[in-house]
């Protein structure tokens, strides 16, 4: 099989326009991630190593909602979920509602090789035991005063901060790769959508949130709820597999979604190497490495109309 051009794009949540505050740092974060998940793939990494690389270092980053600084739910607790798709497998796995771990990507992988792939609260907490995985702690001091903060006004917002910026709100993280050998894998990690009821299930360890096979993979953010009823990720798949653009696929899906006012944003490869992002929030946190340079869509803020950029 001839080498491809790796490609990789990764991202730290969509939101709104008033999140507007410590973009720069955002976006420092984002670049380097993406360095040193590119050089992986240079070196002959495969595309679902790329993805859990990529997925670890967004969940080791407080600034995000994913892995340590991941919001705190209704009740003050850390719940966090997260799935990998291998594309070439066609295979999906994912923890729902896990705590009291770092990296629950991680989790996400070790059920790959499973019988029984997707595992809720109670399940992931024996897999994290019978893997021996230590007991952290992700709460940041960040988010337990956003959580007191919010108690004072009895939970009005409808999602906690997008990032650890007082400015911001909304957030999840996820990457999408393409290797050396064409292969492609998809990987989305979250704290939720920050204040929920206790035993809400995001969109990120569904199919709906997180979805790759041999023609494409996608990972999304924003409104759990939203991106579910549009089963997002999956639609824009099977869009492209049965034989749109992965252009196309993006734009039409987020056409819909915008028709019925959703506020989310997704990232997009297909086994051709192209990378696509789209938005129906004001704002998507992503960055991607064509193979000859980074770039990221933080210049693409604007009205909050539909938006999205493709190569
Ligand atoms: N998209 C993350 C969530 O709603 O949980």
């Given at each position: 099989m001839s080498q491809k051009q790796p490609k990789l794009i990764i991202h730290g949540g969509a939101s709104s326009l008033e999140d507007k505050g410590g973009l720069l740092a955002v976006r420092q974060s984002l670049h380097k991630i993406v360095l040193e998940v590119y050089q992986l793939l240079l070196a002959g990494g495969t595309a679902t190593e790329a993805v859990?690389?990529?997925c670890e270092l967004l969940e080791n980053e407080p600034r995000f909602n994913a892995g340590t600084g991941s919001v705190l739910?209704?009740?003050g607790q850390v719940r966090m979920s997260a799935s990998l798709m291998d594309g070439?497998?066609?295979?999906f796995s994912g923890v729902?509602?896990?705590?009291?771990v770092?990296?629950?990507?991680q989790l996400a992988k070790a059920l790959q090789s499973e019988e029984d792939r997707v595992l809720s609260d109670y399940g992931s907490a024996h897999l994290t035991r019978d893997l021996q995985v230590p007991i952290y702690d992700p709460a940041?001091?960040?988010?337990?005063?956003?959580?007191?903060?919010?108690r004072k006004t009895n939970f009005q917002s409808k999602m906690a901060r997008l990032y650890a910026d007082p400015e911001a709100r909304r957030g999840t993280i996820g990457v999408v790769a393409l290797d050396q050998n064409g292969y492609i894998a998809a990987g989305t990690s979250t704290g939720g959508k920050g204040?929920?009821?206790i035993g809400r299930v995001s969109d990120s360890a569904m199919p709906a949130g997180n979805y790759a096979n041999r023609y494409a993979g996608v990972s999304c953010t924003g409104i759990g709820e939203d991106i579910i009823d549009e089963c997002f990720a999956a639609k824009v798949v099977i869009r492209r597999t049965d034989g749109l653009s992965l252009v196309e696929a993006m734009e039409r899906s987020m056409q819909e979604s915008q028709t019925n006012q959703r506020d989310l944003g997704a990232i997009a490869?297909?086994?051709?190497g192209v990378i696509v992002w789209g938005k129906t929030s004001e704002i998507l946190l992503a960055a991607y490495h064509t193979g000859e340079k980074i770039e990221d869509t933080l210049e693409w803020f604007g009205s909050g109309e539909l938006s999205g950029g493709h190569l």
């Open positions: 859990l690389l990529g739910q209704s009740d070439q497998k066609q295979r729902i509602n896990v705590s009291w770092k990296n629950p990507i940041t001091d960040f988010r337990i005063e956003e959580w007191i903060e919010e204040l929920e009821k490869i297909d086994s051709t």
